[in-house]
């Protein structure tokens, strides 16, 4: 989740918060919340959804009950300062950068001096979800108001290196780098777990909970899958090739049907660097071509230059050069060890954070469940956050045992269902329909491939998008987050843009070229991207059908060759990004990470009642003498997609979760005034962004990436 260039206060005191920890008060508040939950709200509808949101029917992504109607007023666009919710409805800030994860750790002073970053909230809060806590502190999806909520930390706002909302005086830019401003920087990334609940009033993160943590750049981690041992994911760190260091740029998450939290390491790749003649050093090695293939060339600098920071492996181990005599005493295959979808129990803080190799190695966004049948193998979705890469399927060799979903070992399920199986990646046809082409050694074009020589599954798993090349895959516009309709099980794949995509290589699923103008500046190839649905027989077929469910356009594009959707002033949007399908509702919402649109509106977050897949049309765009048909879904209108949020200046909106009960969602808002110039750090007047700050939460000035709690004034479900 990236560009493609690249409080409402809380008022919650000890005694409150003591209070509130108390299992009798927390037993008779959830009495309080879940009988209110049955009457109260949205009507009948929302006495319906009520029942069926405290069945635990989150866990496996199946609705009991779907909105029938949006019942709220659409946000008008703006890029004013703030967060911008419906009438009706309350935006809280809860949990944002520094914030203090343990009782000792001092507050957050927003200047750039703070340390012990290892016990803080990291930046650039992405992906979420949430996992229920009993009166007792059990694991439970029956409880609305206490739970964790666990979030990726993707990146930090940054200019010529430099993290410099994280620093005193904005960092230093130039090569090298000081090793006090590398190290926290290596902590503001990964992953937190934090316990939130409520009083019935506000919502509030508990600072010192015993379920907080943080999984930073330098956390042990366990290999597993098919690439375990590899020859390639050797390093002097891990000379077997078993374990790795850390999580990096994560972005999309998801919730396991076992109840476990996964998470995508997206834009890793930049954070390396190889010296100007490595290609040299390792003559033949076939790495040379994977690591060009990944984005990793010779000479490239690195993002932020953390290999500058000095000898110790914590600096060395960003070089990914050929410096040793063998892969054994250097970090040449560093590189290797990230790009996987990662497990983590949130319930469990002394469990070590696994990556699934089976699932492939790539730029990874979200990955999403499809609905679990007892005796069918577990299926997940995939997309590789990239123009011009793929989107991916996940089948599992273990079929579903309902009795995982309950289980004590989380992570044994994980090993069960995500360590063996076979991954595929699509392959759209003009007809509308695609196929699902496997992506392993049986298949002989992959086993005898001329492009890149594949000596067995685990270098698939590792080197998958040469895998995906070989098979001649249809290349995407940014496939980022999936999402599976609870109605009827459609997939839904938001394609957020392609600044790379021309008449030559359009095709019917990313079927738009076209020059948009953001005040003078033109930009080209598909600046807003869309939204691919596919429906199947079952999740394990290997044919689907596809059309496009939505055409992100401004309002009053051209609607014969841009606004196909028909979008209006109360939907129209650009770069489609995170898609959730609610739990409770069936709502899907869809956020934002848009840099076309920004002069007109800062980025948001949409709510949608989507039909089905063929409910439209076929549409044909000219260009010249060439013509590219597409299938295009039934145009929404403003009852059926309209914009519920509107974040603050130089924000993506991004992760989004609930409570089981669907009265409460969480969002985070990512990278509030990154347009900001690193020399104008300590100027809050040339900040592009002074949220959440002038939202009355914290200390400073200075932005910061934060999560926000929503819910309606009257108690009930959100979107109805």
């Known amino acids: 989740m990236h560009h493609d260039t690249t409080r409402l206060a809380i008022d919650f005191n000890e005694e409150d918060s003591n209070t509130s920890s108390n299992p009798a008060f927390v037993q008779v508040l959830e009495t309080r919340l879940n009988r209110r939950s049955l009457f109260k709200g949205a009507g009948m509808a929302g006495a319906a959804l009520g029942a069926t949101a405290l069945t635990g029917c989150a866990t496996t992504g199946q609705a009991g009950s ?148 943080r999984i930073t ?74 690591l060009n293939r990944y984005g990793r060339k010779a000479g490239a600098a690195s993002r932020h230059g953390w290999e500058s920071g000095g000898s110790a492996d914590t600096y060395a181990r960003w070089n990914n050069s050929a410096l040793g005599a063998s892969a054994q005493d250097d970090y040449r295959n560093e590189m290797n060890t990230f790009g996987y979808i990662v497990e983590l129990d949130p319930y469990n803080t002394g469990a070590q954070l696994v990556k699934r190799t089976a699932l492939g190695r790539m730029g990874h966004e979200n990955v999403t469940f499809d609905r679990v049948v007892a005796g069918q193998p577990v299926v997940a979705y995939m997309g590789d ?6 989107i991916y399927k996940f089948v599992s060799d273990a079929k579903w045992d309902p009795r995982d979903a309950q289980g004590a070992n989380r992570l044994a399920a994980g090993d069960k269902y995500l360590d063996k199986g076979t991954l595929f990646v699509a392959r759209f046809k003009e007809d509308g329909t695609g196929e699902w082409v496997e992506l392993s050694m049986k298949n002989p074009v992959i086993a005898n491939s001329s492009y890149f020589e594949f000596k067995s599954d685990a270098d698939v798993a590792i080197f998958t998008r040469l895998a995906a090349d070989a098979v001649a895959a249809t290349k995407m516009d940014r496939p980022e987050w999936a999402g599976v309709n609870p109605k009827n099980g459609e997939v839904y794949i938001t394609l957020t843009n392609n600044s790379n995509r021309t008449v030559a290589t359009a095709d019917s699923a990313n079927p738009r070229v076209y020059t948009d103008l953001k005040g003078s500046k033109e930009q080209k190839g598909n600046v807003n991207g869309h939204i691919v649905r596919l429906s199947h027989g079952k999740p394990t077929d290997a044919a689907f059908r596809w059309d496009i469910y939505l055409f992100a356009s401004e309002a009053g594009a051209d609607k014969a060759t841009v606004n196909l959707s028909n979008l209006t002033d109360e939907n129209d949007l650009s770069s489609p990004d995170g898609l959730v399908f609610s739990p409770a509702t069936g709502v899907c919402w869809i956020q934002t990470d848009d840099g076309a649109y920004t002069d007109k509106t800062n980025c948001m977050l949409l709510a949608a009642l989507p039909g089905q897949r063929g409910d439209g049309s076929t549409k044909t765009l000219a260009y010249g003498e060439k013509t590219v048909t597409t299938h295009v879904g039934k145009p929404p209108s403003p009852a059926t997609l309209k914009r519920f949020l509107v974040g603050p ?62 819910t309606k004034n009257d108690g009930g479900v959100i979107g109805t």
């Open 66 to 213: 779907t909105v029938q109607q949006l019942g709220f007023k659409p946000v008008a666009k703006t890029t004013a300062d703030r967060v911008s919710v419906p009438e009706g409805y309350t935006a809280q800030v809860i949990y944002a950068l520094g914030d203090p994860l343990t009782g000792n750790t001092p507050a957050f002073k927003n200047d750039g001096t703070d340390t012990e970053w290892g016990a803080r909230a990291g930046d650039h809060h992405d992906g979420i979800e949430w996992f229920g806590l009993d009166a007792s502190g059990q694991p439970s999806d029956r409880f609305a108001s206490r739970g964790l909520l666990a979030m990726n930390h993707e990146a930090t706002t940054d200019e010529k290196r430099a993290s410099f909302f994280i620093h005193a005086n904005g960092g230093t830019a130039t090569l090298p780098r000081p090793a006090s401003e590398i190290d926290k920087e290596l902590m503001i990334h990964g992953i937190s777990v934090v316990e939130v609940q409520t009083d019935g009033k506000k919502w509030a993160y508990k600072s010192a909970s015993a379920f907080n943590r």
């Open 217 to 290: 750049t330098m956390t042990d981690v366990a290999l597993s899958g098919p690439a375990k041992g590899s020859e390639h994911l050797v390093t002097r760190y891990s000379p077997d090739g078993t374990r790795a260091r850390g999580t990096l740029n994560n972005c999309g998450t998801g919730r396991t049907p076992w109840g476990t939290f996964v998470s995508g390491e997206e834009n890793w790749f930049g954070y390396f660097h190889r010296d100007a003649k490595d290609d040299d050093t390792r003559k033949k090695d076939k790495q040379v071509q994977a």
């Open 385 to 390: 956050d990239a123009r011009g890469e793929y």
């Open 649 to 710: 200046r130089g924000a993506e909106i991004t992760g989004i979760t609930e409570t089981p009960d669907g009265r409460a969602i969480f969002v985070n808002v990512q990278h509030a005034g990154e347009n900001t110039a690193m020399a104008d750090v300590n100027n809050p007047a040339k900040f592009e962004s002074q949220w959440p700050a002038n939202a009355g939460y914290g200390a400073g000035q200075r932005p910061r990436s934060a999560t926000i709690v929503i």
